[in-house]
């Protein structure tokens, strides 16, 4: 290419941006949004967006506890083909690939087998809030419910991996599970790991909240890695393939990709042409308690409640602003369950005017980093890691 | 006798390691009935219920043409070049946004 041509492309490209930096305009994500009267099995009534394949969205209401219970819990499948029954006499986790030994590891093998760890951790999907996101990004337009928190007991991926024996040359490791597409052409939806940076916290979990996983959150086992988005949390895991060398999967390759450059932004005319995976997720709060629309008393005590996480820094503090976002005061912090888990933050006060109150929640992480305003976050083409600020507006009466 | 027992305890052991077969409920996510609709149900719901599209909401024409685009050369619908076409219009029509 001549360097004359290249100037002009690169102007042709720089002028883009500039003008579509007015276009892209992030909003806040969907709110109240309606709750169907249909129950899901182990389930209760949530936000449905699809039967097949199965998407429910918690409301936010309960998003004032550490713990989201398992009836509430978010549900997010690919395929359309889930196994609905369950043998676990004959099902099992396949180990295979750069091992010294092969395994076929049942369930009642890893309770019994192996040491049991238990990590409390927020489970987010990485299209959480996606519609927010200005011009739309296709993928669910999902509201700020893709996430909840739970307590995972199970088994270290590290320990699955060294009774298995790993090769001297074993570098990765692909993920799968048991549910399918329809078209014979697409892959299943593989996860792969980069075994040196497996940490303890990654196990292979049997348990989720002192129960049984239920079974539309990846019943019997799934692969809990906290810190990052959950689209990496195999559901139903089945097989993990140990290789020399990274393998090429669609979902990893192709799809839950974000610019790989420092503000993870693009714009719509102008791409990245470089791109990674989707993995640590960043600073977010929201609050669960009050509403937007509700209503509440003059001169009567408001407990604002909700919840702040990271990718596993953990929140140092969460600040409450009444006047747009001018000024900020300290909402207290519960305790930490565990540097992945949510941290739920209260702030009182007693709203003295009639009329509308604006409600804003802030987290900042120990490593200083902090939410941006709503329309402050830059656009990607996934839709993906949006964490503005959340706001909701009561009418005091 | 003893074999009979023994039948009866292992098939327990195996009926209680056993999972009941979980229903999903089946919920139609209704879309506009025109003599189109015979497109979108020979190619969409191959893989996934019309909550996918509803959940999008209002988009421009070019919005709706990349995603079928998508699903054809992406996700393998079975989208010929007439149906190609037929579902854009038949997008834009009823969840358009006025946008081309």
Redesign the interface.
């Known amino acids: 290419m001549h360097r004359r041509e290249f100037f002009k492309i690169s102007f042709a490209a720089a002028t883009a941006i500039v003008a579509n930096l007015e276009a892209s305009n992030t909003i806040r994500p969907r709110d109240n949004q309606k709750v169907?009267p249909?129950?899901?099995?182990q389930k209760r009534e949530l936000i449905?967006?699809?039967?097949?394949?199965?998407?429910l969205e918690t409301p936010r209401d309960f998003f004032t506890t550490a713990i989201t219970p398992n009836d509430a819990f978010f549900v997010r499948w690919h395929m359309?083909i889930i196994p609905?029954?369950?043998?676990?006499?004959t099902y099992y986790v396949h180990i295979h690939g750069e091992v010294e030994k092969r395994l076929y590891l049942t369930v009642d093998m890893l309770k019994n087998d192996f040491e049991a760890v238990e990590v409390t951790a927020v489970m987010q999907c990485g299209g959480n809030s996606r519609?927010a996101f200005r011009?739309?990004t296709?993928g669910?337009?999902w509201g700020s419910g893709a996430m909840g928190c739970a307590t995972f007991k199970g088994v270290r991926l590290k320990d699955i991996l060294k009774k298995a024996g790993l090769k001297e040359d074993a570098r990765w490791i692909s993920l799968n599970g048991n549910d399918k597409?329809?078209?014979t052409?697409?892959e299943n939806f593989k996860r792969e790991l980069k075994i040196d940076e497996i940490s303890d916290d990654t196990i292979v979990a049997y348990e989720m909240n002192g129960e049984e996983i239920p079974?539309l959150n990846g019943?019997?086992l799934r692969l809990i890695i906290p810190g990052f988005y959950a689209d990496s949390w195999v559901k139903q895991l089945s097989d993990i393939y140990v290789t020399k060398e990274y393998q090429k999967y669609f979902f990893m390759d192709?799809a839950y990709r974000i610019p790989d450059n420092e503000c993870e932004c693009e714009e719509p005319d102008n791409l990245a042409k470089k791109t990674k995976p989707l993995e640590y997720m960043n600073v977010k709060s929201y609050i669960g308690y009050p509403k937007n629309n509700q209503k509440v008393k003059r001169a009567t005590n408001l407990r604002i409640k909700g919840v702040a996480f990271d990718a596993g820094e953990g929140i140092k503090a969460v600040q409450i602003s009444l006047d747009g976002g001018k000024t900020w005061q300290s909402a207290t912090l519960a305790d930490e369950l565990s540097r992945y888990a949510f941290r739920v933050f209260t702030y009182n006060l007693k709203p003295m005017k009639k009329g509308k109150l604006q409600i804003m929640a802030k987290a900042i992480n120990n490593k200083g980093e902090e939410q941006p305003f709503a329309h402050e976050i830059k656009w990607n083409h996934g839709g993906y890691k949006y964490n503005g600020i959340d706001s909701v507006t009561v009418t005091v009466v | 006798m003893k074999n009979i027992v023994l039948i009866l305890l292992l098939s327990l052991q195996?009926s209680a390691?056993?999972?009941?077969?979980?229903?999903?409920?089946?919920?139609t996510?209704a879309i506009e009935n025109d003599k189109n609709i015979k497109v979108m149900q020979r190619n969409c719901q191959?893989?996934?219920?019309y909550?996918?599209i509803l959940?999008?909401?209002k988009?421009s024409k070019e919005?709706w043409h990349?995603?079928v685009l998508?699903m054809r050369d992406?996700?393998?619908?079975p989208i010929n070049a007439r149906d190609e076409k037929i579902a854009t219009e038949y997008l834009f029509k009823y969840y358009g946004n006025g946008k081309m």
């Open positions: 169907l249909i129950k899901f099995p449905l967006h699809s039967d097949r394949p199965p998407l359309p609905t029954a369950t043998n676990l006499d519609s011009p739309t296709s669910i337009q597409a329809v078209m052409k697409i079974f019943y019997p192709v | 195996l390691a056993y999972t009941q077969k979980v229903k999903l409920p089946s919920v996510f191959w893989c996934h219920s909550g996918y959940n999008q909401g988009q919005f990349k995603i998508k992406v996700y393998h619908a």
